[in-house]
C-alpha cells in the first residue's frame, strides 16, 4: 500500500494563498482515491475535498467550496490542494488520505493517512 507525505503547510495571512502537496510511495498511486482532511485544537476532523482515482470526480466540504481546488498527477504519485481566499477559521494540520475503497467516497473513511501538515492563517 502507498505511503503518504504531505508539505507546503505555513503560516499566511486571511485572504492568501497556499498549496499543499501529498506525495505517494510504495504502491500503484492511481488505485487510491485520495482525499483531504483538517483538524483544528479542540475541533473533530472535518472532511475537506476528495478526488477520485482519475481525476473524474472531486467533493468538496461546503465550508472550502469555491476556495479550494483538488487535484492529481498519477505519473508524478502526487496530489494536491490549492486554498485560495483563506480565512483564519481555516488553520488546522491538513492530512492527505488514501484508501482503494469506493466505499471511502461515500463514508469519508479512508484507512490510509499521512502525518499532516500544518496550516496558520492570521487575521
Known amino acids: 500500500q502507498v505511503l503518504l507525505e504531505e508539505s507546503g503547510g505555513g503560516l499566511v495571512q486571511a485572504g492568501g494563498s497556499l498549496r499543499l502537496s501529498c506525495a505517494a510511495s510504495?504502491?500503484?498511486?492511481?488505485?487510491?482515491?485520495v482525499g483531504w482532511f483538517r483538524q483544528a485544537p479542540g475541533k473533530e476532523r472535518e472532511f475537506v475535498a476528495a478526488i477520485n482515482w482519475y481525476s473524474y470526480n472531486t467533493n468538496y466540504g461546503d465550508s472550502v467550496l469555491g476556495r479550494f481546488t483538488i487535484s492529481r498527477d498519477n505519473v508524478k504519485n502526487m496530489a494536491y490542494l490549492q486554498m485560495n481566499s483563506l480565512k483564519p477559521e481555516d488553520t488546522a494540520v491538513y492530512y492527505c488520505?488514501?484508501?482503494?475503497?469506493?466505499?471511502?467516497?461515500?463514508?469519508?473513511?479512508?484507512?490510509?493517512w499521512g502525518q499532516g501538515t500544518q496550516v496558520t492563517v492570521s487575521s
Open positions: 488520505a488514501a484508501d482503494t475503497s469506493a466505499t471511502a467516497w461515500v463514508s469519508n473513511e479512508y484507512h490510509i
Open positions: 510504495g504502491g500503484i498511486f492511481s488505485r487510491y482515491i
